[in-house]
């Protein structure tokens, strides 16, 4: 490569290396989607179209990055779950969430179309920052996961009951906030069974859970036994693992991605795809 005297520049550049063996997790968030919501009249508490908008941005992140098991989101942000054995870019940080929240966003304003047909963009575009978390073991990563959803039903049982008093029961935005001040979960189903005679039990599950989204790759089969033995950390990689990974890779970008609105707090999702936290 061409050397210049330019080139000490390079040494200022700094670079997180993201831990090996842990649980690379990037959480995606819009930014300023109250505003936006407004401006394209989000229907309220949950516009639809906008939350399979946000689905369809995560499904094909999944396509263009194998390397993610599983994502899950709700609201205006979505969570996106590493294989804890990926290599990709070297694990360098930087490179990993620029790229997950760039990618998230282009897909997001390609398929706006598909979901607002009517309502055309324009400037300022929507736009999402980012983080990245290690989670060091299934355990914390389960806990993040649960965090999740748990903030998903907490905000949307609020927000359902927050515009059943304002879009039915004639209280402006004050009264109704003045109203759930203090309330428990167990009071606000009451007023909207009461009041608005709505079993909040009966709301979409998209709106009440949330949607994970993940690889539907089995690894019980002996092909990929292989290609799931421990990482090798070390540079010199065989014939064999590298074949293995290469199969590994082919495996996990042919696998189907699914998608579902359902409790991952219990056990029962995890337990019956122990693929996703291997
Ligand atoms: P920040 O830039 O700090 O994230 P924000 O305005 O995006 O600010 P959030 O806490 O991320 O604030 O909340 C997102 C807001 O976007 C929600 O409060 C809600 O008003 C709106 N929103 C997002 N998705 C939907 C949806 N599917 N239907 C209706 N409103 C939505
Ligand atoms: P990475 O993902 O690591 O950045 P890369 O393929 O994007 O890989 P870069 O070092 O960023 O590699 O180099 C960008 C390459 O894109 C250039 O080497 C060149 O081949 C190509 N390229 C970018 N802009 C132009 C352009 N305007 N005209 C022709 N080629 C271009
Ligand atoms: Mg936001
Ligand atoms: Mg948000
Ligand atoms: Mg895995
Ligand atoms: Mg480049
Ligand atoms: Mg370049």
Redesign the pocket.
Known sequence: MANSKYEYVKTFEQSTTLLPDTYMTVRI???????L?AKYK??????RH??ELMNAAATAMMKELPDIDCAYGE???FSFIFDRSSRLFERRESKILTTVVSTFTSYYIHLWSDFFADKPLSPPMPTFDGRVVLYPSSSTLRDYMSWRQVDCHINNLYNTTFWALVQNGGMDATQAEERLKGTMASEKNEILFCEFKMNYNNEADMFKKGSIIYRDCDTSSSDSQEAHAPAVFNSEQSEMSKTAKKKERRRRAQASITIEHTDIIRNEFWDQRPWLLS
């Not at 968030?29 to 505003?35: E, L, N, Q, V, Y």
């Not at 989000?42 to 516009?47: A, G, L, M, R």
Request: hydrophobic residues 20%; aromatic residues 10%.
């Open positions: 968030d819009g930014r300023g989607f109250h505003k919501s989000f229907e309220k508490p949950n516009d906008a939350l609201s205006d942000e």
